[in-house]
């Protein structure tokens, strides 16, 4: 514990929600530590050293909730906040045509540490900058590279989360993530080209492994290659997408739509809604039979996988779509006996301790399938092979989406023949899914995660890893960025 | 709060102690909360204050910040101490700038102490209103109502030292019936200026229009844009006008300074004085917010400078664009309504959402239509249509304008407050439709 004293403080504040009558109250003390070194050009264009420390009162109230946060962290500040907690709340329930209900959980007392070989924040700072400014020296040597950038980010949580309903959980979390971009000009035009680790739960020896002086020359002479390439051709192609790529139409297309408070309105305003409606569960035709997506919030390392969400509930593993067929969600303890749920499947999560937690997307993969990358590679006459991120936009109940990419390739009789540029595709969620006739084994699978998912207002930014294999999609519209 | 002499006092906390060449001090410490609606209930109810206050120093160039949420003496020592420990070990930064001269900052209105003392139950009070007229008009409500008030300040060692409170409410509503939605937005320095009731109208008007919808083909097509829509793609040419960019010929812009980019009729100034906007005296550079004219008649008159490349350019004053207002020249309409008289055929969009780069280039956007998206044939909404996907770059369409209002308050969930007119735009395409 980095404070002797988180223990009284949750004591106090729980002390005053029980006193008040309400059915629920909950309490997150949170210490967060990050570090970003970000390189610009050549240089080292910001250090940034952040501590950033506070508490979160939440109570459930005759079924209205109230929510109350501060950074000031004493003694003295945690009854106003706990006892504004319950004001909030009460006039939430005066107003409650419907009363919130908590599924019930199991009361759980556990200590949860991010594995690591190497603490991130012990790597002295100057090989950092060294690491960072070799990878943009190297970008830069490549000619018509006119920019670079690269950045390494840590993050450490430190965080107490106890119930009034005797669950109390200590987590010691870690996150790591460095990539870095080459920029390339060529005949009034520009590309980027880039190289990104995942954010894992780990130490800093996803940085060491990633060898990223390694990677340099070809991200470098790829950017070059990228623009100069041919623009695409629009039309229909068989497309081939890269686990990378994968991760974000994945996010977008699948992982939205099943969060169940999306489906029942929540996040009409902001967010939207769901085309995936309640309706459809364990009905629905989401993709065609290869398409398995599975929530996985037990797999190490994994941004979602912190042994216990924000409600206290355990995380768990479960499907969202089990041979192209649509059977659940991702809920919280509020929302899952909105669809007859005895239990919440511990995806609520909350960005800082200032924050009140809302049903997240959960680590959501695709199933690995039984191909190799050549064999599905082989079966395409004229496709696209995708890496990487690109542009990506949705409607907001996620039927209609577009998506570029960082580098393509196009796919001539079964081969990666030269480079294109501006690929963007567009299509309809579950048309798009229902195209996908191979998923690559197990041994082609790779891990991505997001740790600025937008939800919620005030915005939240959540994390999610999304692990996929490569996949093939038949026949998808293809237009010039 | 952290007032002015608070701020005082723990700058000089830092400033006293730093053994650095130069030192500058931050701090932003905000309160506020939002009450959060969906269903026709209350969902979220919320309250925070968080303070941040970022050490900034510097030895021979070489640079460290640190930053924390404890303002307590030790805690502010101690992101004293960080700053430096990473400051002697980074390497020279060759664009290091010491902090900008000691200066007179304007003092503006950016606070209003009717939103700084709005708590829980004024926001309560705000929704329950929406809520109701929806209620009324068996109708879903979906929105927020947020009131907040932060004390901003920057000081450095060299006696630079601005600090100002700004307050800030926002409403914003998403009515359903059944299929269809319909969406309003505000934003203001007062809460009392939020018009909750005329916005919650709009947003039902919207929303009952929208029941009976029809698809049309995705093309081209002659576009009435609401004033939210037009932000959201003005908001793309703001956030790409950065000088570095500029200069490495890697913008959208590079070659355009002093060159039309739009029509003519076009002119977008910063306004930081204008009551409707959200304009500050500062920056958290330390630099002053002024007037300024960023686009003049059509033509790009202004870059978003950092100093290093200001100071290499030899730009002797910053323009910021903390309050801009986008306005037209010529003969215009008073509401969207005449605008939509005016047209033989067109489609209205309320408000564009997920909007995104496609090609940096050319500023080529995609994005879809929200909340609102309607037929208009013969001077008259005909019908909704559903929401179609664009691909457009502002840069081509918004030197097709033909008709516009005056400027207009505008507020989306992607974009700040903005003042801008409604426009028809000749020929805007529609690359795709959703399914709803």
């Given at each position: 514990m980095p404070n002797p004293s988180w223990d009284e403080m949750a004591e106090l504040a729980l002390k005053r929600v029980a006193a008040s009558g309400a059915e629920y109250g909950d309490i997150r003390l949170v210490r967060s530590t990050s570090q970003s070194v970000s390189g610009e050009d050549r240089r080292i264009a910001s250090i940034r050293d952040v501590d950033d420390a506070g508490f979160g009162v939440r109570v459930l109230y005759h079924g209205g909730w109230g929510f109350a946060a501060s950074s000031i962290l004493?003694?003295?500040?945690?009854?106003?906040?706990?006892e504004l907690a319950i004001d909030i709340a009460r006039g939430s329930a005066s107003l409650a045509s419907e009363k919130v209900r908590l599924v019930d959980e199991p009361v759980h007392r556990d200590r949860v540490v991010t594995a690591s070989r190497i603490d991130p924040f012990t790597v002295p700072l100057e090989q950092k900058t060294t690491l960072l400014r070799e990878v943009m020296e190297c970008l830069q040597r490549q000619s018509e590279v006119v920019r670079s950038s690269a950045t390494l980010w840590a993050r450490r949580d430190r965080k107490l989360f106890v119930s009034t309903e005797g669950t109390r959980l200590d987590f010691d979390l870690l996150a790591v993530q460095g990539e870095f971009t080459a920029t390339a000009r060529h005949d009034g035009r520009f590309a980027s080209r880039s190289f990104a680790t995942p954010h894992l739960r780990t130490g800093y020896e996803l940085i060491e492994a990633a060898n990223f002086l390694a990677e340099t020359p070809r991200i470098a002479s790829q950017a070059v290659e990228k623009v100069k390439a041919a623009p695409v051709r629009p039309g229909m192609y068989d497309l081939v997408l890269d686990p990378e790529h994968l991760s974000l139409t994945m996010h977008e297309s699948c992982g939205h739509p099943s969060e169940l408070d999306r489906a029942l309105g929540y996040e009409a305003n902001y967010a939207g809604t769901s085309f995936l409606t309640t309706e459809k569960r364990g009905i629905f035709r989401y993709g065609s039979p290869c398409v398995n997506l599975v929530a996985d919030n037990t797999e190490a390392e994994t941004l979602a996988a912190t042994g216990y969400d924000d409600d206290g509930v355990a995380c768990q593993k479960w499907d969202i779509v089990r041979e192209g067929l649509f059977v659940d969600y991702c809920t919280n303890r509020e929302v899952a006996s909105k669809i007859?749920?005895?239990?919440?499947?511990?995806?609520?999560?909350?960005?800082?301790?200032?924050?009140?937690?809302?049903?997240?997307?959960?680590?959501?993969?695709?199933?690995?399938?039984?191909d190799s990358l050549d064999d599905l590679l082989a079966d395409v006459k004229r496709g696209i092979y995708i890496e990487g991120h690109g542009s990506y936009s949705i409607d907001q109940r996620r039927y209609n989406f577009q998506f570029g990419g960082d580098a393509f390739w196009l796919i001539e009789n079964g081969k990666r023949t030269q480079m294109l540029r501006d690929v963007i595709y567009h299509g309809i969620t579950p048309e798009f899914w229902n195209s996908c006739d191979g998923v690559a084994d197990r041994g082609h699978r790779r891990r991505y995660g997001f740790i600025t998912c937008g939800k919620g207002q005030p915005g939240q930014s959540g994390w999610m890893t999304h692990a996929a294999s490569h996949a093939r999609f038949r026949r998808v519209a293809v237009i010039k960025g | 709060m952290t007032s002015r002499d608070e701020f005082r006092f723990l700058a000089d906390l830092v400033l006293k102690r730093s053994g650095a060449d130069e030192t500058i001090v931050t701090i932003q410490d905000q309160h506020g909360g939002t009450a959060r609606f969906a269903n026709n209930r209350i969902v979220q109810n919320v309250d925070t204050r968080r303070g941040m206050l970022t050490v900034s120093v510097a030895f021979d160039g070489c640079r460290g910040s640190a930053s924390t949420t404890d303002f307590t003496a030790g805690s502010v020592q101690e992101a004293l101490a960080r700053a430096e420990r990473i400051a002697r070990v980074s390497p020279e930064d060759p664009e290091y700038l010491p902090a900008p001269d000691p200066q007179v900052f304007p003092t503006r209105q950016t606070s209003r102490p009717e939103t700084a003392m709005a708590g829980p139950s004024r926001r309560l009070e705000y929704a329950?209103?929406?809520?109701?007229?929806?209620?009324?008009?068996n109708l879903q409500a979906a929105g927020i109502v947020s009131s907040s008030v932060a004390s901003v300040g920057v000081a450095a060692s060299n006696g630079l030292f601005a600090q100002e409170e700004r307050s800030e409410a926002r409403f914003s509503l998403t009515v359903q019936a059944e299929d269809a939605t319909g969406w309003s937005a505000a934003a203001h320095r007062s809460i009392d200026h939020l018009k909750?009731?005329?916005?919650?109208?709009?947003?039902?008007?919207?929303?009952?229009?929208?029941?009976?919808?029809?698809?049309?083909?995705?093309?081209h097509y002659r576009v009435i844009l609401e004033p939210a829509a037009v932000a959201g793609l003005w908001s793309w040419i703001l956030w790409t006008l950065d000088a570095k960019s500029y200069e490495k010929g890697t913008s959208p812009f590079s070659g355009q300074l002093g060159r039309q980019i739009v029509d003519e009729r076009l002119t977008l100034k910063n306004l930081p004085d204008h009551p409707d906007l959200l304009g500050t005296g500062f920056t958290q550079e330390g630099l002053s917010s002024e007037d300024a004219m960023w686009i003049e008649k059509g033509v790009l008159k202004q870059l978003a400078y950092d100093r290093f490349t200001a100071k290499k350019q030899g730009i002797k004053r910053i323009a910021t664009l903390d309050a801009p207002c986008l306005s037209a020249s010529g003969p215009t309409a008073f509401k969207t309504q005449e605008l939509i008289k005016q047209c033989e055929r067109a489609i209205l969009v309320t408000n564009f959402w997920y909007i995104r780069t496609v090609n940096q280039t050319d500023l080529t956007l995609t994005g879809m239509t929200r909340d609102g998206t309607f037929l208009v044939e013969d001077g008259q909404i005909i019908s909704a249509v559903r929401n179609f996907r664009f691909h457009e770059s502002p840069l081509r369409v918004f030197k097709q304008v033909e008709a516009f209002t005056e400027a207009a308050e505008a507020v989306t969930s992607e974009t700040g407050k903005v003042l801008v007119p409604a426009m028809v735009l000749r020929d805007f395409y529609f690359s795709s439709v959703t399914r709803f």
């Open positions: 004493s003694l003295e500040e945690v009854p106003r906040v706990a007859g749920e005895a239990r919440s499947k511990g995806s609520n999560r909350a960005d800082s301790w200032g924050s009140v937690p809302i049903v997240r997307i959960a680590n959501i993969g695709l199933e690995p399938g039984t | 329950n209103e929406a809520i109701g007229q929806c209620r009324i008009e909750i009731q005329d916005r919650t109208l709009s947003a039902i008007n919207k929303a009952k229009r929208g029941r009976d919808v029809q698809e049309l083909s995705p093309g």
